[in-house]
């Protein structure tokens, strides 16, 4: 992405289109490593391992998507 924004050489309309479909690829791409980080933390929960559970929920929570199921696991397995 950085490469082709310092790229002088790409016709403009072409190099903004492709510019916003990495920034897409990217956004998704985040959102899905978080929601695997919950997905991960919330089954350690269940089988007992709280700590790599509580590993797992610091990640996910950079996704302000999930606050909310964030909270709720923290809540139901103790420690914020």
Known sequence: LQNLEKNTQI?????ARQVEGFKA????DRSQYHA??????????R??????????????????????PVAELRKIIGGG
């Open 11 to 15: 016709d403009p309309e072409f190099k």
């Open 25 to 28: 690829a990217i956004k998704s």
């Open 36 to 45: 695997a980080a919950f997905n991960a933390a919330n089954n350690f929960a």
């Open 47 to 68: 089988t007992g391992d709280v700590d790599k559970a509580r590993k797992l929920l610091d990640i996910a929570a950079r996704d302000p998507v999930l606050d909310k």
